[in-house]
């Protein structure tokens, strides 16, 4: 059964430092790998997605993701944050469905 | 600028009353999602229709939760009778049934129920 965790609850950075924010995933077959953001009171939308082809994706607002297959594993990266990237980002797996599977989220807050 | 939308923003009720809330999928759309999210359960997959046809509602109490789309415009989640610990945001997304598909979420409808 798919699964994904996102082990850091929380992650505070101080602004334009770089963040990698974690996301495992765990699938006996090839997954759909996605990351949402969800800033306060709005719902969720789509930073980026990795389908198939290069396992560098990137997303709006300066967001990359690296898949890492051997490692099962989706990492979301920014190499210099601000302060309006404050926000709940959500990993996400679907095996070849349009069902998605969500991690717990991790929470970003950018300190000035 | 397509976007889902859903109504009430927000609902406060009592406990024992019945709640409905309302979602618009982007038009063109033919899946639709309900997800509960909670500080304690995160984000929770409810209900998934396709085309119209419930193809997955296994995440929804059965008892007290019910999911329509009377037509390709709406969908419905309706909850008989509420209770506390339904308090939660409930959001709809939208889609097209292709595997990859991302999800467009709603604002979300936040329910209290005291």
């Known amino acids: 059964a798919q699964s994904v965790t996102q082990l850091d609850s929380q992650v505070p950075v101080f602004e334009e430092a770089p963040v990698e924010l974690r996301c495992n995933y765990s699938?006996?077959?090839?997954?759909?790998l996605f990351w949402y953001v969800q800033y306060p009171n709005q719902g969720l939308q789509l930073l980026l997605k990795?389908?198939?082809?290069?396992?560098l994706v990137k997303g709006i607002n300066g967001f990359e993701a690296e898949f890492n297959k051997s490692q099962t594993s989706f990492h979301l990266r920014k190499p210099s944050v601000h302060i309006s990237d404050t926000a709940e980002y959500f990993c996400?797996?679907?095996?070849?469905?349009?069902?998605?599977?969500f991690g717990t989220g991790t929470r970003l807050q950018v300190f000035p | 600028d397509a976007r889902v939308t859903q109504t009430p923003r927000d609902k406060v009720t009592e406990m024992g009353q019945e709640v409905t809330m309302r979602c618009q999928p982007i038009?063109?759309?033919?899946?639709v999602f309900w997800y509960r999210q909670t500080m304690m359960q995160g984000l929770e997959l409810l209900a998934y229709?396709?085309?119209?046809?419930?193809?997955?509602d296994s995440g929804m109490p059965k008892d007290r939760f019910s999911a329509e789309m009377p037509d390709a415009t709406l969908a419905t989640l309706k909850i008989q009778p509420s209770e506390p610990r339904d308090s939660a945001v409930y959001f709809c997304?939208?889609?097209?049934?292709?595997?990859?598909?991302?999800?467009?979420f709603g604002p979300g409808t936040r329910l209290t129920v005291l």
């Open positions: 996400a797996v679907s095996e070849n469905t349009d069902k998605l599977i």
């Open positions: 990795y389908l198939s082809g290069s396992t």
């Open positions: 229709f396709r085309n119209r046809a419930p193809l997955d």
């Open positions: 699938s006996s077959v090839s997954v759909y």
């Open positions: 997304a939208s889609g097209l049934d292709t595997s990859g598909d991302t999800q467009y």
């Open positions: 038009l063109g759309h033919n899946t």
